[in-house]
């Protein structure tokens, strides 16, 4: 008779991100950290950032910081906030990073929400914590980081001597892999941010899924340039992601302008990055000479990429650019477009303006009005849902029951499926255009407006028709040294989509509006067109 068999140690390995960082630390230790900085570029090794992540949870906890508490980090991407991503939950904390692009009463709001107990700040970024520092009265002390003037927080800590005051190594705690390790808040664009807690385990799983083939396949050979914001979603799981993979970081700091980017990139030749559509578009027409050669790829999200910025950045700079998509919700990559095998090399942008296929890991599926489940046959629209071990389950500390359905969280885009899971958003729940009884897609509106020579952005909204209930406004902003003209576009665009999308209103704007993590804020554009506040013209 043969004993009954228990793997209890295969499944009771807890899934930390402890064991990210001393694999990183010891495995990768001379892969390098670098930050660039006014006074030119600052290296460290996997190795020397580990140590001092040791003495700053050693430091952390001297002031007090416990498992469970919440330390907020207000700061820009740089080997600070690596370090702090590290030592923060790794000794049992939560890690909270603060969206430096936050109204301050929204800022205000998630500081005291999380009821951070410290707040590690930029000294670059003072002024701006300074507008909420006398309203979060729960933070007991504020670390600075950088010897700038910060006298406008008051009394505050220095960094540096924090960690220079502690000795080598830390013993970390033993820790439960369902325990908090980030807690990130959504933007805000109706009512108040909503927290997302991630978990060690959803951490670790998410890390380990992002270093693979259908999502980014780091490893060791690459360096990854991070010019995602750290505070969006921990920057789309790449600094740990990276620092398991051993792969190289480059941190531009604010220095995220096309001019400063380029000249980084140049100097350090990254082979991988990620940005939101802005970014690229800066750089396509403000740096067009700049060598990117070094990088393999690009991945693109935070809102729809225009098929001519992918077409323009293969064929101008030879880089592909990977469309993304996911949210704060789902930790957050859900989608890539990486072409399908078998797809003819005629089809590789076809296949990248789409929003991408879903990833491993991810369960994915369509529903409509009445919560019926759709079929993947890229035809029927619906509702998109997720759920996954890295996708949210609830929000932070609030009830929000109507944003989950049977477990599955409601992302509130619509789309459609192919049988090989490719999705294509079309729009939100919150903009479709619903003209006569038929939906309008912003997005493909919108996309197909970007890819004319004079447009740099296009944002279309839905505005009160009397005939037809709601019809589109097209909002343009011009490519710089140039001119747009309603009527010629208006014209053009009659001969790229169904004749009932052209839209009857136009507007020419300097920018479109934007959210914190760079989306389109179409709630700005609708308010200012119900105020007569735009110049509409209908050619």
């Known amino acids: 008779m043969t004993a ?53 949870a050693a430091a952390l906890a001297r002031l007090g910081v416990r498992p469970g508490d919440r330390v907020g980090t207000f700061m820009w991407n740089n080997q600070r906030h690596l370090e702090a991503y590290h030592a923060i939950p790794c000794m049992g904390a939560v890690l909270h990073t603060l969206n430096i692009r936050l109204f301050p009463e929204h800022l205000e709001f998630i ?6 107990k410290v707040i590690i700040v930029d000294d670059s970024l003072a002024p701006m914590l300074a507008q909420v520092i006398d309203k979060i009265p729960l933070v007991e002390h504020i670390i600075v980081c950088g010897d700038g003037d910060t006298s406008v927080l008051g009394e505050t800590l220095d960094y540096e001597e924090l960690i220079d005051a502690e000795s080598d190594g830390f013993e970390y705690p033993d820790l439960d892999e369902r325990a908090g390790a980030g807690l990130c808040y959504t933007s805000g664009t109706t009512g ?23 999502m980014l396949g780091m490893t060791d050979r690459d360096r990854m340039l991070v010019i995602v914001p750290m505070f969006h979603a921990m920057a789309w799981g790449m600094p740990y992601a990276g620092w398991w993979a051993g792969a190289d970081f480059v941190f531009p700091q604010q220095y995220l302008q096309a001019g400063p980017l ?48 992918i077409e323009s950045y293969q064929d101008h700079f030879g880089v592909d650019v990977l469309q993304g998509w ?38 994915l599926r369509i529903c409509d009005d009445d919560g019926s489940e759709l079929p993947w046959d890229g ?49 939100r729940v919150k903009d479709v255009i619903k003209s006569g009884g038929e939906w309008i897609s912003s997005v493909d509106l919108e996309n197909t407006l970007m890819a004319h020579p004079d447009v740099m952005e296009a944002a279309v909204v839905g505005v009160p028709d009397e005939r037809w209930d709601e019809r589109p406004l097209a909002c343009l902003v011009p490519r710089a040294g140039t001119t747009v003209d309603a009527a010629q576009v208006k014209e053009w665009l009659s001969d790229q989509v169904v ?26 554009l609708r308010a200012a067109y119900a105020a007569d506040e735009l110049d509409v013209v209908e050619p």
């Open 4 to 56: 009954e068999f228990t793997p209890s140690t295969m499944q009771d390995f807890p899934l930390t991100v402890q064991h990210i960082n001393s694999f990183g630390r010891r495995v990768h230790a001379n892969s390098k950290v670098i930050t660039y900085t006014a006074d030119g570029l600052v290296e460290a090794t996997f190795a020397e950032v580990a140590e001092r992540s040791d003495r700053l």
């Open 379 to 427: 035809e029927a629209v619906g509702e998109i849902e997720v759920r996954g071990p890295w996708i949210t389950g609830a929000y932070y500390e609030v009830d929000a029951s109507e944003k989950f359905h049977d477990g599955w969280l409601r992302t509130g885009d619509v789309g459609t499926v192919e049988p090989n899971g490719f999705v294509q958003i079309t729009d």
């Open 326 to 363: 996911g949210m704060t919700e789902t930790s957050p990559l859900c989608a890539l477009s990486w072409t399908p095998a078998g797809a003819d090399e005629s089809e590789r942008v076809d296949w990248r303006v789409r929003t991408g296929r879903v990833l491993p890991g991810v369960e």
């Open 111 to 116: 500081i005291n929400h999380a009821a951070d």
């Open 262 to 309: 380029s000249e980084v990139i140049e100097a350090t030749r990254p082979t991988l990055s990620g940005a939101v559509p802005t970014v690229l578009n800066d750089m396509l027409h403000n740096t067009p000479d700049a060598d990117l050669s070094s990088l393999r790829y690009i991945v693109c999200g935070g809102s729809a990429v225009p098929r001519a910025l």
């Open 499 to 524: 004749k009932w999308w052209v839209p009857e209103r136009w507007t020419v704007i300097e920018e479109v509006p934007k959210t914190s993590v760079g989306k389109f804020d179409k709630k700005v």
């Open 192 to 214: 108040d941010p909503k927290g997302v807690l991630y978990s060690q385990r959803s951490t670790y799983l998410h890390s380990l899924a992002v270093l693979g083939a259908p």
